[in-house]
Nanobody
Framework: QVQLVESGGGLVQPGGSLRLSCAASGSIFSINRMGWYRQAPGRQRELVAR????????NYADSVKGRFTISRDIAKNTVDLQMNSLNVEDTAVYYC?????????WGQGTQVTVSS
């Protein structure tokens, strides 16, 4: 079992920045992928960004390319999401995800609200 603890959400004005962090603990497989998903009210959960355990492969949603950056600290089993130039469409609950060959684990979610 893998546990995920997220932090860093909050309220920010349009054009502002936030940084989300997620720490994984438990039975972590050496080859894995961690990332961030989000779910806005009335919408399906969608991929924001994800990165493999060796940092070699990253994927971003088209809507966040050039504004968000995902990074990992393999030694600490953490994944961060730096979000810049935020707009109201980025408002959602953001979830950290861990996956390997055997399991998918989710964090509890952290609210990001972009509003003036």
């Amino acid at each position: 079992q893998v546990q995920l603890v997220e932090s860093g959400g909050g309220l920010v004005q349009p054009g502002g920045s936030l940084r989300l962090s997620c720490a994984a603990s438990g039975s972590i497989f050496s080859i894995n992928r961690m990332g961030w998903y989000r779910q806005a009210p009335g919408r399906q959960r969608e991929l924001v960004a994800r990165v493999t355990s060796n940092g070699g492969v990253t994927n971003y949603a088209d809507s966040v390319k050039g504004r968000f950056t995902i990074s990992r600290d393999i030694a600490k089993n953490t994944v961060d999401l730096q979000m810049n130039s935020l707009n109201v469409e980025d408002t959602a609950v953001y979830y950290c995800q861990y996956s390997d060959w055997n399991r998918v684990s989710w964090g509890q979610g952290t609210q990001v609200t972009v509003s003036s």
